[in-house]
Protein backbone atom coordinates (compact mmCIF):
# COMPACT_ATOMS: atom_id res chain seq x y z
CA UNK A 1 0.00 0.00 0.00
CA UNK A 2 1.40 3.17 -0.66
CA UNK A 3 0.32 6.92 0.19
CA UNK A 4 -0.23 9.36 -2.42
CA UNK A 5 0.53 13.19 -1.02
CA UNK A 6 -2.74 15.32 -1.37
CA UNK A 7 -2.51 17.85 -3.53
CA UNK A 8 -3.18 21.34 -2.14
CA UNK A 9 -4.69 23.23 -4.78
CA UNK A 10 -8.59 22.40 -5.22
CA UNK A 11 -8.27 24.20 -1.83
CA UNK A 12 -6.55 27.28 -2.43
CA UNK A 13 -9.49 28.94 -3.67
CA UNK A 14 -11.66 27.81 -0.91
CA UNK A 15 -8.88 29.85 1.26
CA UNK A 16 -8.53 32.75 -1.01
CA UNK A 17 -12.63 33.14 -0.58
CA UNK A 18 -12.51 32.22 3.27
CA UNK A 19 -10.12 35.33 3.44
CA UNK A 20 -11.70 38.03 1.44
CA UNK A 21 -14.81 37.40 3.35
CA UNK A 22 -12.81 37.65 6.77
CA UNK A 23 -10.90 40.90 5.55
CA UNK A 24 -14.40 42.15 4.67
CA UNK A 25 -16.33 41.67 7.63
CA UNK A 26 -13.73 43.43 9.80
CA UNK A 27 -13.37 46.76 7.34
CA UNK A 28 -17.10 46.77 7.70
CA UNK A 29 -16.89 46.69 11.31
CA UNK A 30 -14.33 48.99 11.41
CA UNK A 31 -16.07 51.66 9.37
CA UNK A 32 -18.92 51.82 11.34
CA UNK A 33 -16.89 52.18 14.49
CA UNK A 34 -14.92 55.29 13.00
CA UNK A 35 -17.98 56.73 12.17
CA UNK A 36 -19.41 56.54 15.45
CA UNK A 37 -16.45 57.96 16.71
CA UNK A 38 -16.86 60.53 14.16
CA UNK A 39 -20.16 61.43 15.89
CA UNK A 40 -18.73 61.66 19.17
CA UNK A 41 -17.16 64.87 17.92
CA UNK A 42 -20.40 65.81 16.39
CA UNK A 43 -21.52 68.96 18.96
CA UNK A 44 -24.81 67.35 19.79
CA UNK A 45 -27.07 68.89 22.62
CA UNK A 46 -26.34 67.97 26.11
CA UNK A 47 -29.23 65.89 28.18
CA UNK A 48 -31.37 68.43 30.11
CA UNK A 49 -31.15 71.64 27.73
CA UNK A 50 -34.36 73.23 27.30
CA UNK A 51 -35.93 73.26 23.77
CA UNK A 52 -35.85 77.25 23.41
CA UNK A 53 -31.93 76.84 24.15
CA UNK A 54 -31.47 74.42 21.25
CA UNK A 55 -33.86 76.43 18.79
CA UNK A 56 -31.18 79.09 19.51
CA UNK A 57 -28.39 77.51 19.11
CA UNK A 58 -29.13 74.90 15.80
CA UNK A 59 -31.84 76.92 14.11
CA UNK A 60 -34.81 75.32 13.18
CA UNK A 61 -34.96 71.69 12.72
CA UNK A 62 -35.45 70.16 8.86
CA UNK A 63 -38.31 68.40 10.77
CA UNK A 64 -40.29 67.04 13.47
CA UNK A 65 -41.06 63.83 14.65
CA UNK A 66 -44.51 62.65 17.33
CA UNK A 67 -45.57 63.43 19.42
CA UNK A 68 -45.88 60.23 21.32
CA UNK A 69 -47.41 59.36 24.26
CA UNK A 70 -48.61 62.23 26.64
CA UNK A 71 -51.91 60.89 27.72
CA UNK A 72 -51.05 60.23 31.30
CA UNK A 73 -48.35 61.55 33.59
CA UNK A 74 -46.38 58.61 33.76
CA UNK A 75 -46.36 58.80 29.85
CA UNK A 76 -44.73 61.84 29.31
CA UNK A 77 -45.02 62.85 25.78
CA UNK A 78 -42.22 62.44 23.88
CA UNK A 79 -41.28 64.43 20.22
CA UNK A 80 -37.85 64.57 18.37
CA UNK A 81 -36.34 67.22 15.77
CA UNK A 82 -34.49 66.03 12.84
CA UNK A 83 -31.34 68.21 12.16
CA UNK A 84 -28.81 67.27 9.28
CA UNK A 85 -26.35 65.04 11.49
CA UNK A 86 -28.64 63.70 14.38
CA UNK A 87 -32.13 64.04 15.92
CA UNK A 88 -32.96 65.72 18.88
CA UNK A 89 -35.45 63.87 21.25
CA UNK A 90 -37.30 65.79 23.79
CA UNK A 91 -39.16 65.00 26.80
CA UNK A 92 -41.84 67.50 27.18
CA UNK A 93 -39.34 70.41 26.48
CA UNK A 94 -36.27 68.94 27.74
CA UNK A 95 -33.59 67.00 25.88
CA UNK A 96 -33.90 63.16 26.45
CA UNK A 97 -30.82 62.23 23.91
CA UNK A 98 -29.83 62.94 20.46
CA UNK A 99 -28.75 60.51 18.03
CA UNK A 100 -26.62 60.24 14.97
CA UNK A 101 -29.18 59.65 11.60
CA UNK A 102 -28.42 57.24 9.39
CA UNK A 103 -25.72 57.45 6.95
CA UNK A 104 -27.73 55.32 4.15
CA UNK A 105 -30.96 54.26 4.01
CA UNK A 106 -30.05 50.51 4.24
CA UNK A 107 -28.34 51.13 7.86
CA UNK A 108 -29.68 49.65 10.96
CA UNK A 109 -29.60 53.17 12.79
CA UNK A 110 -31.83 54.81 15.94
CA UNK A 111 -35.39 53.40 15.60
CA UNK A 112 -38.35 55.64 14.53
CA UNK A 113 -40.59 56.82 16.98
CA UNK A 114 -44.20 55.10 16.88
CA UNK A 115 -47.55 56.14 17.96
Not at 3 to 13: I, M
Not at 30 to 46: C, D, F, N, W, Y
Not at 52 to 73: C, M
Request: some cysteine; hydrophobic content about 40%.
Amino acid sequence: MSFRPVSVRPLAPLAFLFATLLTCTVCADTLLIERVQRGSSVAKPVNGTPMGAVRARLGEPLSQVGPVAGNKPQHPRITGWVYPDFTVYFERDIVLYSVLNQSKPEEIGPAPLRR
